[in-house]
């Protein structure tokens, strides 16, 4: 029975490193020290996200639809996704503005009538 890699070391948290291989059908055995991807570190509901993101081909409403989730559920389940990859979440000032806009109306801080029209300014 195989298990599923772990990335961490569950002692001291640090990243570890694969050193051997075994090739199930002949048995051949390769020792070395091998890096793990980057997908490694990521965390079985992230992977999911992927999946499902892939799956949608990267249409949040799709995702949305698939997830059940709102769409700023969705972009910051891609940032927590893009920040465990190593990289920095970038968002333009007009994501930052319609992200921020449906918040609040997901919060019912602001109705659908404003949401829209500060969506169209």
């Given at each position: 029975m195989a298990f599923k890699i772990i990335s961490k070391c569950p002692v001291c948290n640090s990243k570890l490193i694969a050193t051997k291989l075994k090739c199930t059908k002949c048995q051949t055995?390769?020792?070395?020290?091998?890096?793990?991807?980057?997908?490694s570190n990521l965390t079985s509901e992230q992977l999911n996200f992927i999946e499902v993101?892939?799956?949608?081909?990267g249409?949040?409403?799709d995702v949305e639809k698939e997830l059940g989730?709102?769409?700023?559920t969705v972009r910051s389940k891609l940032d927590d996704v893009i920040s465990a990859l190593g990289y920095?979440?970038?968002k333009s000032k007009d994501e930052n503005n319609t992200l921020d806009i449906l918040t609040k109306l997901e919060n019912g801080e602001i109705t659908a009538d404003d949401a829209i029209n500060l969506l169209k300014k």
């Open positions: 055995v390769i020792e070395n020290e091998f890096e793990l991807s980057r997908f993101f892939i799956k949608c081909r249409n949040i409403k989730v709102s769409y700023p920095i979440p970038t």
